[in-house]
């Protein structure tokens, strides 16, 4: 069952909150300062962060994150500069962070004591494992793994959608080590009439509501046995930290990353399509066909978003910078597709007139992202854009403009730009 604070407990950490005056003192002076030194900017609503600061202290929610860009502090949600994206495997300072409700006083204290999976609904075993039963009775793996939401590059839509305003920092690509997902599926015993999966987790929703989940999605149990589903415990050899996802979360890479639920208590195995929190409406749903830009749409034609469209991102140089003219230069960055592999990645100075092919990395696995490298060389000094284009193996790629408009900003893969400075 969904592990939920009860009433009792919401309002014994409200007392336990008004009676801690370092806390409180904290978020009065420091904690706000800090926590928008944490993300390079000021807070915005910083009025509105008191109600969301359940357990917080000094050390938790942003502690070590670096340079990114606050998006939203009811939950709080921030992206990551392309520049800062140019590693191979993600930091945690530099990964976003995407809530949608608040992040449990469990992972704020990092304490895993009595923690349980259940596993259980259409399965012939269901299973209840603590964290060193998963450690102990399945293979233990690491895989590289992109994790994006789906509203990342919601921005750019036309008219705009509701939601957190993503430019293209809502996606990054970290070392996991958990279980396969699919070994503890089977381990409890796929029924036939197995559907769809349905992920718990104990983070409350914004509302303290006990009876509401701040999110349950799942993903068709095809997808869930497929190849790269994890249930993961560390990220980048370490504890997964507090607003990835402590103890435990299950990753589903190549789909939105709403799909992989942190905090996870239990995959509830269903007969039907989930319908659980942000799984119906229009979230992480698309039009069932071309819509013009503005549409109403009617819920009934909207289809719950899957695979994450092919696209690129260039890292480095970071927008703006000079470079001397009639001298090649290195443009790189990472490509990534919902399906798989990328095929290609073609970088333009000239707006998509021509392409250059560039160097593209093989992934470290699966669903890791791809590195590109290509050299550049700007003719005579002036003002020029890079464009990056990414092609997937069915032979895909990106468009130049924003894809098919949708109510929610899903899915937009457009090719990614920087500006450089000829000198």
Not at 6 to 19: M, P, R
Not at 221 to 244: D, R, S
Not at 380 to 401: H, I, K
């Amino acid at each position: 069952m969904t592990k939920r604070i009860s009433g009792d407990a919401a309002a014994e950490t409200a007392t336990a909150t008004a009676d801690a005056p370092s806390r409180r003192s904290f978020m009065k002076t420091t904690g706000l300062t800090a926590l928008g030194a944490y993300v390079g900017m000021k807070i915005p609503f910083e009025g509105n962060l008191m109600a969301v600061a359940q357990g917080m202290s000094e050390e938790d929610i942003m502690s070590g994150k670096s340079g990114l860009i606050l998006l939203g502090d009811n939950p709080i949600n921030a992206e990551t500069p392309a520049h800062l994206l140019d590693d191979e495997v993600t930091p945690y300072e530099h990964f976003f962070v995407r809530n949608n409700g608040h992040v449990p006083d469990t992972a704020l204290e990092m304490n895993a004591e009595g923690w349980t999976l259940t596993i259980d609904g259409e399965v012939e075993t269901p299973l209840e494992l603590t964290l060193d039963d998963l450690k102990e009775k399945f293979e233990v793996v690491t895989m590289r793994l992109v994790i994006e939401c789906g509203g990342n590059g919601r921005a750019y839509f036309v008219p705009g959608a509701s939601g957190n305003q993503w430019t293209t920092g809502a996606v990054g690509c970290a070392d996991w080590t958990g279980v396969r997902l699919a070994d503890v599926l089977n381990e409890a015993g796929i029924k036939d009439s197995a559907v769809y999966t349905a992920h718990y987790s104990n983070d409350p929703h914004l509302s303290f509501d006990p009876d509401k989940d701040a999110i349950s999605r799942g993903v068709p149990i095809e997808k869930a046995l497929a190849e790269g589903g994890m249930i993961a415990w560390e990220m980048n050899g370490e504890p997964i930290p507090a607003v990835h996802g402590f103890p435990l979360r299950v990753i589903n890479p190549g789909y939105p990353g709403s799909v992989s639920q942190k905090f996870l208590t239990r995959i509830w195995v269903r007969d039907q399509v989930h319908d659980g929190a942000k799984m119906t409406g229009y979230s992480y749903r698309l039009p069932a066909y071309p819509v013009a830009p503005g549409t109403e749409v009617p819920e009934e034609d909207m289809e719950i978003m899957t695979e994450m469209p092919v696209k690129s991102l260039i890292t480095f140089p970071q927008t703006g910078s000079e470079t001397p003219a009639g001298q090649a230069s290195e443009v790189r960055g990472h490509a990534w597709s919902g399906n798989g592999d990328v095929a290609s990645v073609d970088v333009s100075i000239d707006f998509g007139q021509t392409w250059i092919p560039a160097q593209l990395d093989p992934p470290k696995n699966k669903f890791a992202w791809q590195r590109f490298r290509a050299d550049v060389t700007l003719p005579e000094a002036g003002y020029y854009e890079v464009w990056a284009r990414a092609t997937d193996m069915n032979g895909v790629s990106q468009p130049p403009v924003v894809p098919g408009w949708n109510p929610r900003g899903y899915g937009n893969n457009m090719q990614h730009r920087i500006a450089l400075i000829a000198t």
